[in-house]
């Protein structure tokens, strides 16, 4: 079976960076997308941003434009969601997941469509 871990929360306060690693084993890497998503207490899980098989398309929720940025290193099979200018709006549990093949940016934005997910880590934004 396959699986995704993410990694890198904590508590840091308005302004402050963060990056988010996902490792993820047991699938074939290479050709899936991988998705970040958060969940905020009493919300849905959101979509925040996603990145091609090969690194070449990125998406981001409106939210996240101009102050997250998504990688990937295939090599490694690790993703990550590098976190610029943090705000009190971003505290929630942030999950990264996986799909295969070359979805559409509606498949991309439904948590119910991935095939994996790491098991979340919390990042919280002090104001």
């Known amino acids: 079976l396959g699986s995704a871990a993410g990694a890198g929360g904590g508590l840091v306060q308005a302004g402050a960076s963060l990056r988010l690693s996902c490792a993820a084993s047991?699938?074939?890497?290479?050709?899936?997308?991988i998705n970040w998503f958060r969940q905020a207490p009493g919300k849905e899980r959101e979509f925040v941003a996603a990145i091609s098989s090969e690194g070449g398309i990125t998406y981001l929720a409106d939210s996240a434009k101009g102050r997250f940025s998504v990688f990937r290193d295939n090599a490694k099979k690790t993703g990550s969601l590098q976190m610029h200018t943090l705000k009190s709006e971003d505290t929630a549990v942030y999950y990264c997941?996986?799909?295969?093949?070359?979805?559409?940016?509606?498949?991309?934005?439904?948590?119910?469509?991935?095939?994996?997910w790491g098991k979340g880590t919390q990042v919280t934004v002090s104001s």
């Open positions: 047991g699938f074939v890497f290479s050709n899936s997308y």
């Open positions: 997941a996986t799909i295969q093949g070359r979805p559409k940016l509606a498949t991309l934005q439904d948590p119910r469509n991935m095939d994996y």
